[in-house]
């Protein structure tokens, strides 16, 4: 490569709008963040070209791993116009936990991708803060990422986040919707809220039908717009793991985008359909509140949104007593909405 001339002008990568100066003071605060997650089974640092881990051999027989993606989507949108960006991180982290619970994997190890058009330092420490305190709570260790700061791809003021998980569980221990019976009774454990799906739908009624904005106060709601829209995704494994240890559930849904009327077939064998009896369970006021103001028919509510429940539990007959027995001693409220009867793998609406 051939030296410039002495007067030419230089132009650097930062002139391009990507200041890796910066981006490395930023990454050593992250390293400190996610090195208060480690657990045992880590074997690298912060920075390499991949993260390490190794599955506990004493504790597992014949492991099984279980992986999955996922976004917070245009709950994001909501974050920029607050400033809040501690939350999302840990949406994030709770929607993939839960989307591995379900099949009785317990999470190891998490990776996420944030990108901006611009890294602005505080922004993303807060998002990291909450992704690695999500990532403690669940048990599980934030080894790696990627942050990526593209000039002109994004709007300013506005980044892209998605996570990576893998979790694992016994191959004899998978929970895969096999064992489902007609007679199984379907239990749903409480959301608390749009956890971060259906937030185009909801967004659209509120700021464009409604023409409210995020510091509107509802009496409906006994709350703002913004902070009724904020509140975190619920992680459902410390209550999973005592369910799992128990061998009390034969399948789990995670009711995210779709609804109950898309995810519970997902866990139904062939043969088998659930009936699902509305109204018995609460509706947070959010749901109700959104329905009226787009005149939302309750089939198109049920097939986006959560509805309330975040989590629905198939449990055996003969298991329910102890299932009830050990989501009262963790304290985790559970209703009673449903039952697997004949059919093909469809939700039906009493």
Known sequence: MEPNPPDAATVTYADAGVDIDRANKTKKRIKYLAQKTFTKGVLSEIGGFGGLFSIDKEKYVDPVLVSSVDGVGTKLKVAFEMNTHHT?????????????????????????????????????????????????????????????????????????????????????????????????????????????????????????????SLETYVNELKGKVGNELMQTHKSYWPVIKKLVAGECVSAMAHITGGGITENLPRVLPRGTAAIIEVGTWPVMPIFDHLQKLGNVPPAEM???????????????????????????????KAYTVGRVVKGDRKVMYT
């Open 88 to 212: 999302v991180g840990a949406d994030l982290v709770n929607h993939c936990v839960n989307d591995i619970a379900v099949q009785g994997a317990a999470p190891l190890f998490f990776m996420d991708y944030l990108a901006a058009g611009k890294l602005e330092s505080e922004i993303v420490e807060k998002v990291i803060e909450g992704l690695a305190e999500a990532c403690k709570h669940n048990g599980c260790a934030l080894i790696g990422g990627e942050t990526a700061e593209m000039p002109g791809f994004y709007a300013d003021g506005e980044y892209d986040l998605a996570g990576f998980i893998i979790g694992v569980v016994e191959r004899d221990r998978i929970i895969d919707g096999k064992h489902v019976q007609v007679g199984d009774v379907i239990l749903g454990l409480p959301s608390t809220g749009l956890h971060t799906n259906g937030y185009s739908l909801a967004r659209k009624l509120f700021f464009e039908v409604a023409g409210y």
């Open 302 to 332: 049920l097939r986006t949104f959560n509805m309330g429940l975040g989590m629905l539990l198939v449990v055996p007959i003969a298991k329910f007593k102890k299932a009830q027995s050990i989501l009262d001693k963790v304290g985790e």
